[in-house]
């Protein structure tokens, strides 16, 4: 009978796809990187280190050097000594998916990290996949109302487009962000954190979010005192979570803040595994996962990921590395200009230096025809501001000067806006037609 009882075990096992766990050992451990030996796996497995005394940790596989296999652990590497068992597990990194994430913050590996219960579901998902092939993707034709009228009017979002947010700090990308979280029509957010002071967490959730819109939220926090190998996961975990909302029939809207701080961990990860730096420091690595992490997001015939990414410039240069890299893998961006800001004008939106790719796709005719207006009366009331500050300017030298001069005014009023001040795309549509068309028919 117990012969029995044996071989229905493990048929049971082997059907379900058990494989026996190969076991090595810590050699050393050199800053953030513990090197094992004996731990036959590939790169990107999971491994768990026995801690003695302590609880386990899971350790991902991110290279080789010569005999020894290179494990970023997944949390705190105190308690690691040489020669403590390492096991490999035979899998890849995957996270608990589903709708009880809602209301819920998790960490970058997606473990819950509000004090609140373990996330438990039937569903898992590989953090690491392929992002759908092209075709699978659908046209993106239907705009997504953020509530901003400089953006819905000028740079208009659309469900699965990826949009960028460039500028340097403190000039009000957070805010923008919590502004276009309030007023989207998204059906689920997900809103990755990535470096950011732990203070701002609580603001961003009691702020921003508020208690409804948390009940359509999951947050992804790494902040800026958690190990380089969580920053680097979070916005994978962040995508992968997002892409289970799409799955379902979900518009989703993905918010990271930010990708530099994701580059800054890509830094530190490759360093420590021995990649060359190149430019500013980064590694190789970064310019080959920030297209696959983007490239995850889109829309799809099942549904849609809407992406809003934050570059913090160095040094307000929209020209260097990761903006450069940014910007041309992004379906737009949008420019926050540091003289609005000072100057009181939020959001600080440079309408002339943003665009959105979609443009001719997502407005009709008239409101491009009024978006192209009001450009143009910014771009001729730049031209000539320095001459009318210094009062140089005569009066009906330049008429189209003078129309600029006059609808400034309610050029202003219609893109400078409270960060709690919510605008509907139809408001925003009637607004702009009135704005292009102030002063018509006044005698100059």
């Not at 699978?136 to 740079?155: A, F, K, N, S, Y």
């Not at 730096?277 to 799809?300: C, D, H, N």
Request: charged share 20%.
């Amino acid at each position: 009978m117990k012969s029995l009882i044996d071989m229905a075990s493990c048929q049971k096992a082997i059907q379900a796809g058990v494989h026996a766990r190969y076991r090595g050992s810590v050699e050393r451990v050199t800053g953030i990187l513990v090197e094992a030996t004996g731990v036959p796996a590939a790169l990107g497995e999971m491994c768990r280190i026995q801690r003695g005394g302590q609880d386990s940790i899971e350790a991902e596989v991110v290279g080789f050097r010569g005999h020894t296999t290179l494990l970023m652990p997944h949390g705190d590497i105190s308690g690691i000594a040489p020669k403590q068992p390492v096991y490999a597990l035979n899998r890849d990194f995957q996270i608990p998916v589903g709708p009880s994430l809602l209301g819920r913050l998790v960490d970058g590996f997606g473990r819950a990290h509000d004090g609140g219960p373990d996330i438990h579901e039937a569903s898992w998902r590989r953090v690491h996949s392929d992002a759908p092939s092209p075709t699978e993707r659908v046209p993106i034709q239907d705009p997504l109302q953020t509530g901003v009228r400089v953006i819905d009017g000028l740079i208009p979002l659309g469900r699965g487009q990826r949009l960028g947010i460039f500028a340097g700090s403190g000039v009000g990308k957070s805010t923008l962000l919590g502004q276009v979280t309030r007023g989207t029509e998204a059906d689920v957010i997900v809103c990755c954190l990535v470096g950011e002071r732990g203070r701002e967490v609580q603001d961003f959730v009691a702020e921003v979010l508020g208690e409804e819109g948390l009940e359509r939220s999951v947050l992804v926090v790494a902040t800026s005192d958690r190990p380089p190998i969580e920053r680097l996961t979070a916005p994978f975990t962040a995508v992968t979570i997002a892409e289970s909302f799409r799955d379902q029939g979900k518009n989703v809207l993905l918010l990271m803040d930010s990708v530099t701080r994701y580059a800054a961990a890509s830094r530190e990860v490759g360093l420590a595994v021995g990649e060359p730096p190149t430019v500013r420091g980064l590694p190789p690595s970064f310019f080959a996962t920030v297209p696959q992490l983007i490239e995850r997001m889109g829309r799809t015939t099942a549904g849609s990921i809407t992406g809003l990414i934050t570059v913090l410039v160095d040094g307000d240069d929209p020209n260097e590395p990761v903006a450069d890299t940014l910007r041309g893998l992004l379906d737009g961006h949008i420019f926050l200009n540091r003289d609005l800001a000072q100057k009181g004008h939020f959001p600080a939106v440079d309408v002339l230096e943003s665009i959105s790719r979609l443009n001719t796709t997502l407005l009709s005719p008239a409101q491009r025809a009024n978006a192209q207006i009001l450009r143009s009366d910014l771009a001729s009331y730049q031209e000539g501001r320095d001459l009318v500050e210094i009062g140089a300017y005569q009066a009906g030298t330049n008429p189209t000067l003078d129309n600029a001069l006059m609808r400034m005014p309610v050029i202003n009023a219609f893109l400078q806006q409270d960060p709690h001040d919510i605008t509907s795309l139809a408001e925003t549509t009637q607004m702009l037609d009135m704005v292009a068309h102030a002063g018509e028919g006044v005698p100059q």
